[in-house]
């Protein structure tokens, strides 16, 4: 079915990432006219050789400004899939795509709310809100509009990676945060993918807005009884953290000038567990077409990666 939506033409910067794969299948399966920005202009047009894509040096407007006007054209929206510590970089591409009369931005606000002052007060979080602020700045003062995906833990990836959960058991045990029974909201990463496809058909809804998704509300101790009853022979090893504590000791580092990512990292639980702002009070699924799933599917998922 042809997309009738204003929104046709899209441009997507930073498609090589975790998100990159499914958006792109789903702006596809919506008959968007999708174009690629990439630092990496090999390995991009390898990955996605269907699509037009362009290199791009995110550290110069000028040469944004250059390739948008010059090489992409008339763009009706821009995804922006840059790392979100990245600041200066999706500013200078905003900055770019204002020059060029995009009209409509996502940014990379992939994860929590950074709308509050418990998130804004921890320094790992810095350059994602001084991104976010330049976006809704930007976005009052008219310069284009914005919608705002926000969809908690990457529930799939975190699984693959052993964030929340060493599935496979074993060495290295995972960290246990503040007892384990915190719940909060995770993703599956095709859910994303659609979340956004949709914001744009459905783009008056959205405009200018943060919006939340989940796939589920999990919780640490959920996910490892369901390895237990799965894998019931083998030791799934973990280590309790207390996240005030963790909290503590990276401030303690911070101020004396360490500001290195194991540092910063020690700051990442609180925000999810001791601040419990992982849990969205609010989700807007059924508009983005997001379905939440069942206890029994979440424990299928965790039997994918054991």
Same mark, same amino acid.
């Given at each position: 079915?042809a997309?009738?939506?204003?929104?046709?033409?899209v441009l997507?910067?930073?498609?090589n990432? !975790?998100l990159g794969?499914t958006?792109?299948?789903?702006?596809?399966e919506?008959?968007f006219? +999708?174009?690629?920005?990439?630092?990496?202009l090999e390995?991009?047009q390898?990955?996605? $050789?269907?699509?037009?894509?362009?290199?791009?040096?995110y550290?110069s407007v000028?040469?944004?400004q250059k +390739?948008?006007?010059? %090489?992409?054209?008339k &763009?009706d929206?821009?995804i922006?899939?840059?790392?979100? !510590?990245?600041? &200066?970089?999706?500013?200078?591409?905003?900055d770019?795509?204002i020059?060029?009369?995009?009209?409509?931005?996502?940014?990379?606000?992939?994860?929590?709310?950074?709308?509050?002052?418990?998130?804004?007060?921890?320094?790992?979080w810095?350059?994602?809100?001084r991104m976010?602020?330049?976006?809704?700045?930007?976005s009052?003062?008219?310069?284009?509009t914005?919608?705002g995906?926000? !969809?908690?833990?990457?529930l %799939?990836w975190?699984?693959?990676?052993?964030?929340?959960?060493?599935?496979?058991?074993?060495? $290295?045990?995972?960290?246990?945060f503040?007892?384990?029974?915190?719940p909060?909201?995770a993703t599956?990463?095709?859910?994303?993918?659609?979340a956004?496809?949709?914001?744009?058909?459905?783009v008056?809804?959205?405009r200018?807005?943060?919006?939340?998704?989940q796939?589920? +509300?999990?919780? &640490?101790?959920q996910?490892a009884r369901?390895?237990?009853e799965?894998?019931?022979?083998?030791?799934?090893?973990?280590? $309790?953290l %207390?996240?005030? +504590?963790?909290?503590?000791?990276?401030?303690?580092?911070?101020?004396?000038? %360490?500001t290195g990512?194991?540092?910063m990292?020690?700051?990442?639980?609180?925000?999810?567990?001791g601040?419990?702002?992982?849990?969205?009070?609010?989700?807007d699924?059924?508009?983005?077409?997001?379905?939440?799933?069942?206890?029994a599917q979440?424990?299928?998922?965790?039997?994918?990666?054991?």
């Amino acid at each position: 079915m042809a997309n009738e939506n204003k929104i046709q033409k899209v441009l997507v910067a930073g498609p090589n990432g !975790n998100l990159g794969p499914t958006i792109l299948k789903h702006l596809k399966e919506r008959n968007f006219e +999708v174009t690629l920005l990439t630092r990496n202009l090999e390995k991009t047009q390898q990955s996605f $050789p269907d699509l037009r894509a362009f290199a791009a040096d995110y550290d110069s407007v000028e040469q944004l400004q250059k +390739v948008l006007k010059d %090489d992409v054209g008339k &763009q009706d929206a821009l995804i922006v899939l840059i790392e979100r !510590n990245e600041d &200066q970089a999706q500013i200078n591409l905003m900055d770019a795509a204002i020059a060029a009369g995009i009209p409509h931005i996502i940014p990379s606000c992939f994860g929590i709310t950074s709308r509050t002052p418990e998130f804004r007060r921890l320094p790992i979080w810095n350059s994602k809100c001084r991104m976010e602020d330049y976006v809704v700045e930007k976005s009052e003062a008219g310069a284009f509009t914005f919608t705002g995906i926000q !969809n908690g833990s990457f529930l %799939d990836w975190a699984l693959e990676k052993g964030v929340f959960l060493n599935p496979k058991g074993g060495d $290295p045990p995972f960290m246990v945060f503040d007892g384990g029974d915190v719940p909060f909201s995770a993703t599956l990463m095709d859910d994303i993918g659609k979340a956004v496809a949709v914001s744009l058909l459905k783009v008056d809804k959205f405009r200018n807005k943060f919006v939340n998704i989940q796939s589920a +509300v999990i919780t &640490q101790n959920q996910l490892a009884r369901y390895a237990k009853e799965l894998a019931p022979d083998r030791e799934f090893k973990s280590i $309790p953290l %207390d996240t005030a +504590v963790l909290e503590k000791a990276a401030f303690e580092r911070y101020n004396a000038g %360490d500001t290195g990512p194991d540092v910063m990292y020690m700051f990442m639980p609180r925000v999810t567990f001791g601040n419990k702002l992982g849990l969205f009070d609010h989700v807007d699924n059924e508009e983005l077409e997001v379905e939440q799933m069942t206890e029994a599917q979440v424990k299928e998922l965790v039997g994918r990666y054991i």
